[in-house]
């Protein structure tokens, strides 16, 4: 009996990577990584990122074009409503998956979708009409530190998020794995 190959991880199934940085990716990653581009972002970027996406037919998010950043919908169940809600989330490249950073841009509040994650970790997750059933863990203290470290190497603006952030709240990181069958 021939040994079957290993299935591709979750991001190489979506098809899941960010593009390298121009001059101008690099300075828009910069900005919303400054206390005041990540209070703009947090209160904006879901309107802009639903615009461009209507304008472009979906092919195009905000972030996509001006930082060169892919944009994974993640669709959770609202731990409260129990109704599907949709998130467009930054997802980090991690151990052949994806991984997730409940940064909210650095903000004090921690993002609806992290609750909704731990209340259900059962989400569906899009990218360029691809999408996956996925159950979400709670990454370890190591693997978030992991996922960190690899998040800055694409966008620094996390590094400054998790300092802001400080003690004042724990950022949750959680790693994607595809769904039982």
Same mark, same amino acid.
């Given at each position: 009996?021939?040994?079957?190959?290993?299935?591709? /991880?979750?991001?190489?199934? =979506?098809?899941?990577?960010? !593009?390298?940085?121009?001059?101008?990716?690099?300075?828009?990653? $910069?900005?919303? +990584? #400054?206390?005041? +581009?990540?209070?703009? @972002?947090?209160?904006?970027?879901?309107?802009?990122?639903?615009?461009?996406? *209507?304008?472009?037919?979906?092919?195009?998010?905000?972030?996509?074009?001006? !930082?060169?950043?892919?944009?994974?919908?993640?669709? #959770? &169940? +609202?731990?409260?409503?129990? *109704?599907?809600? &949709?998130?467009?989330?930054?997802? #980090?490249?991690?151990?052949? #998956?994806?991984? =997730?950073? /409940? &940064?909210? @841009? /650095?903000?004090?509040?921690?993002? !609806? $979708?992290?609750?909704?994650?731990?209340?259900?970790?059962?989400?569906?997750?899009?990218?360029?009409?691809?999408?996956?059933?996925?159950?979400?863990?709670?990454?370890?203290?190591?693997?978030? %530190?992991?996922?960190?470290?690899?998040?800055?190497? @694409?966008?620094? /603006?996390?590094?400054?998020?998790?300092?802001?952030?400080?003690?004042? *709240?724990?950022? *949750?990181?959680?790693?994607?794995?595809?769904?039982? %069958?």
């Amino acid at each position: 009996m021939r040994a079957m190959p290993p299935s591709p /991880g979750l991001a190489d199934d =979506l098809g899941y990577s960010h !593009a390298s940085a121009n001059p101008l990716h690099r300075v828009v990653r $910069w900005g919303a +990584g #400054t206390r005041a +581009g990540g209070w703009l @972002f947090a209160h904006s970027l879901r309107h802009l990122d639903d615009a461009v996406a *209507r304008l472009t037919r979906g092919r195009h998010s905000a972030p996509s074009l001006l !930082a060169g950043l892919a944009v994974l919908d993640v669709t #959770t &169940t +609202g731990r409260r409503s129990g *109704r599907p809600r &949709t998130s467009h989330l930054i997802a #980090t490249p991690y151990a052949g #998956t994806l991984a =997730l950073l /409940g &940064t909210n @841009f /650095g903000q004090p509040s921690t993002p !609806a $979708w992290v609750l909704n994650l731990e209340a259900d970790p059962a989400a569906r997750v899009a990218y360029r009409g691809i999408s996956r059933e996925v159950r979400a863990r709670a990454a370890t203290p190591a693997e978030s %530190d992991e996922i960190f470290a690899l998040a800055a190497r @694409f966008y620094p /603006g996390y590094l400054s998020y998790r300092t802001r952030v400080g003690s004042s *709240r724990r950022i *949750r990181a959680f790693v994607l794995e595809p769904a039982a %069958d």
